[in-house]
């Protein structure tokens, strides 16, 4: 069985920073891109970064660019999102998702239960 | 990037209706288009990929339609388990979501 499980978001103050881990299990991790795609509080969904299978690839939203870094550890099966310099309009649950198949598709067919990211002072 | 344009943005129906929504993107996607069911404090979940291929374990009352810049989801027979928020995505080239589709019951 397919499992994505973030963790890491907290109540953090404006240009404070988190580590933000989603933790794979059930799927050859190293296999498929994985991306981040966030929702604030009532609003629609939003894709931050996405990652390819090796690391070496990687793309950002052009609201994170230069604040967020995507990595990843495929001996852990391990997706990360650093966040740094964060801002009220950051705030989100943020989500893990898989690539539906393998290769870059950005079509997401597993998700995390995210984890929520607050930026107050 | 592109911008991707969902109505309407809520609908009232029953169960038993025949529900359309509609997605069109600010230039040609190919059938880069993905749809996604969300209901409330859920991960989204993965309905149609690439304009009208079915998800696996996705009831077939689901399906995508389109191509090019103009794209429909269709439930054809609304289930009271169907009463969510569904997001339209492109995935063409960097991923962005439709502004989503609340339906709700009449």
């Known amino acids: 069985e397919v499992q994505l499980v973030e963790s890491g978001g907290n109540l953090v103050q404006p240009g404070g920073s988190l580590r933000l881990s989603c933790a794979a299990s059930?799927?050859?991790?190293?296999?498929?891109?994985m991306s981040w795609v966030r929702q604030a509080p009532g609003k629609g969904l939003e894709w931050v970064s996405g990652?390819?299978?090796?690391?070496?690839?990687?793309y950002y939203a052009d609201s994170v660019k230069g604040r967020f870094t995507i990595s990843r550890d495929n001996s852990k099966n391990t997706l990360f999102l650093q966040v740094n310099s964060l801002r009220a309009e950051d705030t989100a649950v943020y989500y893990c998702?898989?690539?539906?198949?393998?290769?870059?598709?950005?079509?997401?067919?597993?998700w995390g239960q995210g984890t929520l990211v607050t930026v107050s002072s | 990037d592109i911008q991707m344009t969902q109505s309407p943005s809520s609908l009232s129906a029953s169960v038993g209706d025949r529900v359309t929504i509609t997605c069109r993107a600010s230039?040609?996607?190919?059938?880069?288009l993905n749809w996604y069911q969300q209901k409330p404090g859920k991960a989204p979940n993965l309905l149609i990929y690439a304009a009208s291929s079915l998800q696996s374990g996705v009831p077939s009352r689901f399906s995508g339609s389109g191509s090019g810049s103009d794209f429909t989801l269709t439930i054809s027979s609304l289930q009271p388990e169907d009463f969510a928020t569904y997001y339209c995505?492109?995935?063409?080239?960097?991923?962005?979501f439709g502004g989503g589709t609340k339906v709700e019951i009449k």
């Open positions: 230039q040609s996607i190919s059938s880069s």
């Open positions: 059930g799927f050859t991790f190293s296999s498929y891109a």
């Open positions: 998702a898989k690539d539906r198949i393998v290769g870059l598709t950005n079509d997401f067919d597993y």
């Open positions: 995505q492109q995935s063409y080239n960097t991923p962005t």
């Open positions: 990652i390819s299978r090796s690391g070496g690839s990687t």
